[in-house]
């Protein structure tokens, strides 16, 4: 039994090989490999990775795939379809997290590799926004590991605070004893890495505002059922929506647009802290989106909306009109 994956049972290449393989070889090799690695999780023993299940869905997403499959997004003067899919999918997700509510400055988003590049990027601006000498970020032990990630690649001092053992939730008078006048925000969860459940997110978001720092509410599991509240029991003390606070929103909206990869986003109300940054190559990837959202949302006190459903009317996209008039051509 070989450690390297498959050695025992195809071709390991360690280098480029003199002549090119069989395109039907090579099919047949990813065809096995796949359907042997479906079984993993076709079981419904995975915590994460897989969001949707559905094989007619996944066939979809391989026909929408393959028409970028030889795009090069970043070239959006060639491809302005991928500037339409990222504005239509920050309008959605802006409608979703009631972005509306927002009204003394507009919202705006920006395109991100995943999760980690979302905390990436809000972490950055909130250094760049808060100046500090010596800043330090907040967090429960059960945040995110790319808050830890953020904090040592930007030079951030990184506060662990524990979680209450029984409710697996941080406590918010332990963040509020961590803050100091070096602090640039705090992170609580909604819900948790480690467990799916809710940090106190309201509790958290006055703290935020008594200190004068961000909140970043980081939507890591089932946080596109949190407006609403129903799916997942995100009730009114809950609800992200709901909160009094300034948050930036990293969304993970499985349950809604299940891709092959589990998209993500961040809001801003500020256009100051919104750099964008776009590398993706298919339409699929356009789908990682990251909206981030500062102190404006704290006027997000509006009502959930159960049951809300989103149309093309609804989005403020800014992408061009212009998509592609067919299909290439197969090969």
């Known amino acids: 039994m070989n450690d390297y994956p498959y050695a025992d049972r195809f071709k390991v290449y360690r280098t480029l090989p003199e002549e090119g393989r069989d395109p039907q070889d090579i099919l047949a090799e990813l065809a096995t490999m796949a359907t042997e ?3 993993a999780w076709e079981g419904g023993k995975v915590s994460g990775t897989m969001y949707c299940g559905d094989h007619d869905h996944y066939d979809f997403l391989t026909q929408a795939f393959s028409q970028y499959a030889h795009v090069n997004a ?10 339409r899919f990222e504005g239509e999918v920050i309008a959605m997700t802006l409608d979703l997290m009631h ?4 009204t003394e400055t507009t919202p705006v988003g920006l395109v991100t590799t995943g999760g980690t590049g979302s905390i990436l990027h809000a972490v950055l601006s909130y250094r760049e926004a808060a100046k500090k000498e010596r800043p330090n970020f ?5 945040a995110h590991a790319a808050f830890d990630k953020a ?8 506060r662990t605070v524990p979680v209450d053992p029984v409710t697996t939730t941080v406590r918010p008078e332990d963040m509020a004893a961590a803050i100091d006048d070096q602090t640039i925000a705090m992170v609580g969860s909604a ?4 467990y799916g459940t809710v940090d106190p997110i309201p509790e958290l978001g006055e703290i935020a505002q008594e200190h004068g720092i961000g909140l970043h509410v980081d939507g890591c599991w089932a946080a596109s059922s949190c407006p609403s509240g129903k799916s997942v029991g995100c009730r009114s003390r809950s609800s992200t929506s709901e909160c009094q606070a300034s948050p930036r929103f990293r969304l993970t909206p499985t349950n809604t647009a299940m891709p092959s990869r589990a998209p993500r986003c961040c809001c801003t109300a500020t256009r100051r802290c919104a750099t964008r940054s776009t590398s993706t190559s298919s339409v699929g990837a356009a789908a990682n989106t990251c ?3 500062s102190k404006a949302l704290a006027q997000l006190g509006c009502s959930p909306r159960p049951g ?7 989005a403020a996209a800014t992408a061009p009109t212009q998509s592609r008039s067919s299909p290439p051509p197969r090969r």
């Open 99 to 102: 972005g509306e509510a927002v």
């Open 138 to 142: 907040i967090k429960p032990e059960t």
């Open 191 to 194: 819900g948790n890495y480690p």
């Open 308 to 314: 809300h459903r989103w149309s093309n009317s609804d």
């Open 74 to 83: 970043l070239q959006r003067d060639l491809c302005p379809s991928a500037t």
């Open 151 to 158: 904090c040592h690649l930007f030079g951030i001092e990184c």
């Open 291 to 293: 909206l981030r959202a």
């Open 37 to 39: 690695e479906d079984v």
